[in-house]
Structures are given as C-alpha cells and as structure tokens.
C-alpha cells in the first residue's frame, strides 16, 4: 500500500532538488509517457506516438520504437 506523507517545513526543510548531470537514467528506454498536456506539442513537433500497453491499460508515448511495435 502506498505511503502518504505531507510536505512540511520540518520533515522536508533539508530535502532539494539536484539537476542530473546526464541522461543516462534514460539510456535503456526508447520510449517515453506523455500526459495529455504533451500530446499537442508532440504532435507539432512530428514526434513518433503509439498507445503502448502496460498490464491493464495503455499509456500514450513517444520515441523511437523497436521493430515489435511498428504498425506499418
């Protein structure tokens, strides 16, 4: 079961975000989700887009997809 916690000034007042230094957390991955705020954007910008499933349901992504997804 997921934990919820609140944000407040004394559990998080050390906490920060760091920029990465690369992408490669991404290096194994072809494909990223997109939510529905970067669909238009995608779109425009001629980006590859598939519906992909994952257990139950399907996620909406883009990026350069392997030989198994091609559709035509």
């Known amino acids: 079961m997921t934990q919820i ?8 007042a050390d906490k920060f975000w760091t ?20 669909i238009a954007k995608a779109v425009t ?5 598939a519906f992909v499933k994952d257990r139950n349901h399907f996620l909406m992504t883009r990026g350069s997809f392997p030989n198994r997804y091609r559709i035509f």
């Open 45 to 49: 910008a001629g980006l590859p887009m």
């Open 19 to 38: 920029r990465y230094s690369s992408y490669s957390f991404a290096s194994k991955s072809s494909i990223a989700n997109l939510v529905g705020a970067e």
């Open 5 to 12: 916690t609140a944000i407040t000034k004394q559990s998080h």
